[in-house]
């Protein structure tokens, strides 16, 4: 009988494993492959999970409103000016009011 170790696995199947894995030499080719894999993975989730929403939810009026942005983007526009970088304006700062 074979003795499983600490996490219950067998020596046939660890020494199973280390065939498998033993030809996957961890060099720069295999690196950057499985690092573009990993990111395409990563976007595909995402890209699954923004677009139809398994978990429910929806799309916030602020980002469905046109009017919404155009509103957004006028108060941008006419924004007063910062004290320390008058060429940089300050956009929807309700804490401070126009000179």
């Known amino acids: 009988w074979p ?5 219950g696995r ?3 199947r660890v ?7 033993a030809p996957i030499k961890p060099t720069g ?4 492959i499985a690092t573009i894999v990993a ?11 923004t677009l139809n929403m398994p978990f429910g ?7 469905t409103n046109p009017e919404w942005a155009k509103a957004t983007a006028e108060l941008r526009k ?3 000016e910062r004290e320390g970088a008058p060429d ?3 956009g929807l700062d309700p804490m401070k009011s126009p000179k």
């Open 29 to 32: 080719g295999t690196i950057g």
């Open 39 to 49: 990111f395409a993975g990563a976007a595909a989730c995402t890209q699954f999970l």
């Open 10 to 12: 067998t020596q046939e």
């Open 15 to 21: 020494e199973m494993v280390h065939k498998v894995l």
């Open 3 to 7: 003795i499983p170790d600490s996490f």
């Open 88 to 90: 940089r304006p300050v």
């Open 78 to 80: 006419s924004s007063w």
């Open 57 to 63: 939810g929806a799309l916030p009026h602020t980002v």
